[in-house]
């Protein structure tokens, strides 16, 4: 059997799950699907033995980056296509069932969406390829509105072979309301507000510049909302900062890729905010593990090698399991958590499935 069709059908081989045990919790993960993959899966987790159980799929074309709306009845994710049919897409989610109903689309109006971010009145776009960040209403029963194109990024940064057209790479809410956006190219932090009225974003000008080349990707909080950390995929480095009103202070910089591979992914804090942990991928591949110190800097302590192209991963809320995807060894990884040390083990409970770069846990 070909590899393609292999994974396919072990993929779909899912069992059903009835009854939840409640150390179960909902799992969704988003796949690349230009090998077959349908899109969307869902699945039971068991957060007490790190076991997953397969529900269902859904087809969606190159859901890279989805996430849930605040109360979990709706998933909105992208469609990454770097042509005009690129679109976000609002889909219902039965967290009992686990299943999916699809609700509607609204086109991005920017190539390659890459990420996706909602405060319950809006839902925000960071198009790679276009360098833009697009807006969309949600509606009362949790569709999209049409969108409203945003323009935020700029080029100019000294690596001509990626930083020579504009590119945006995340769009996230802090905090306090700010909406604060990663020019890859331009190597700074951006912040916005949403003015509801004139269904705008308002410039709040820059919030941290980033030293020239970094390549900014993916910024998150600390569960206090004091700290904030960015990956940066070209230099490798997480670097911390303090937040306050729209603005980002930096504290430290430090390294993530030690093979200095320019391929850092993605970056999460443990839910008790005692760890941080970060990815990178193209050599080494991996997981960094860094201590945080009382006043939010950062001790690298470990790393944990992992399957091919750690796009991204994610930390269960009981801070138990850290799983990988693993989108060229198309399986994610299941990694056990020491919660005093930070450490990681491979429980060798690999999911198999064919590209994943998303994985959501259900909020609760």
């Known amino acids: 059997m070909k590899l393609k069709s292999k994974l396919l059908s072990m993929a ?67 469609s990454e296509k770097n042509n005009a049919t690129a679109v976000l897409n609002s889909i219902g989610y039965d967290p009992v069932n686990g299943t999916f109903a699809f609700k509607n689309s609204q086109l991005t109006h920017g190539a390659d969406p890459c990420y996706v971010a909602t405060d319950g009145k809006i839902a925000l776009t960071a198009n790679y390829s276009s360098g833009t960040i697009s807006v969309f209403p949600i509606l009362k029963n949790g569709t999209l509105g049409k969108s409203l194109l945003q323009v ?104 993530a890729d030690y093979a200095n591979a320019r391929g850092g992914a993605d970056i999460h804090v443990s839910p008790d905010g005692s760890f941080v942990y970060a990815s990178t991928r193209l050599k080494g591949d991996g997981i960094t593990i860094f201590r945080v110190n009382n006043n939010g800097t950062l001790t690298r302590v470990g790393a944990q090698r992992t399957g091919k192209h750690p796009h991204n991963f994610a930390i269960t809320p009981n801070g138990k399991f850290l799983l990988v995807a693993c989108r060229d060894d198309n399986s994610i990884q299941v990694y056990s958590r020491d919660k005093s040390t930070g450490m990681l083990k491979n429980t060798n409970q690999d999911v198999i499935l064919s590209h994943p770069v998303c994985i959501k846990f259900y909020p609760e």
Not at 12 to 41: C, E, H, R, W
């Open 12 to 78: 779909l081989a899912f069992v059903p799950v009835i009854g939840f045990a409640d150390s179960n919790i909902k799992m969704v993960v988003g796949t690349y699907t230009d090998a077959g993959s349908q899109g969307l899966y869902s699945f039971s987790f068991d957060q007490s033995t790190g076991t997953a159980s397969g529900i269902t799929s859904l087809k969606v074309d190159n859901p890279s980056y989805f996430t849930f709306s605040k109360d979990g009845r709706n998933i909105y994710a992208v």
């Open 152 to 255: 935020g990024s700029k080029k100019g940064g000294p690596d001509r072979s990626r930083q020579n057209t504009p590119h945006a790479h995340c769009a996230i809410f802090a905090p306090d309301g700010y909406i604060l956006t990663t020019d890859f190219s331009g190597d700074r932090i951006l912040c916005f507000s949403y003015n509801e009225r004139n269904k705008k974003l308002e410039d709040h000008g820059i919030a941290a510049h980033v030293k020239p080349g970094s390549g900014p990707r993916h910024l998150v909080f600390s569960p206090n909302g004091k700290y904030a950390y960015l990956m940066s995929e070209l230099s490798g480095k997480v670097t911390v900062y303090s937040y306050s009103d729209g603005k980002l202070k930096e504290l430290q910089s430090i390294a």
